[in-house]
């Protein structure tokens, strides 16, 4: 599988982003798909997961702010970002796995390279 990330920027805090992620290459029918982040000098971390059948969960850092959806005609996952504050800046990855999803992200064998994202407070 190939992931290509795209829709980052820069933009002030409480504004909005829309970030996409298209896929080429899956032939897994149930599959996982998941946006992680990291900022400068921490870990990587979950920010929104969805699932084969459209299921999403995202993380309490971001519910209320973050949607996560799919469109499987067009093999592309979004994260809708909004109230951006901040502390959401870093770079986000688009990441694939096979089967049901988990928030480990050692579980997801396939990433993209990642887009990068700027909230000037």
């Known amino acids: 599988a190939h992931l290509v990330e795209s829709g980052g920027g820069s933009v002030q805090a409480g504004g909005s982003l829309r970030l996409s992620c298209t896929t080429s290459g899956w032939t897994y029918d149930q599959h996982c798909m998941g946006w992680f982040r990291q900022a400068p000098g921490k870990g990587r971390e979950g920010v929104a997961i969805?699932?084969?059948?459209?299921?999403?969960s995202v993380a309490f850092s971001v519910q209320g702010r973050f949607t996560i959806s799919k469109d499987n005609a067009e093999n592309t996952v979004y994260l809708q970002m909004n109230r951006l504050k901040a502390e959401d800046s870093g770079t986000y990855y688009c990441?694939?796995?096979?089967?049901?999803?988990?928030?480990?992200?050692?579980?997801?064998?396939?990433w993209g390279q990642g887009t990068q994202v700027t909230v000037s407070s």
């Open positions: 990441a694939v796995k096979p089967g049901v999803c988990w928030w480990n992200q050692d579980r997801f064998p396939t």
């Open positions: 969805i699932e084969s059948d459209g299921t999403p």
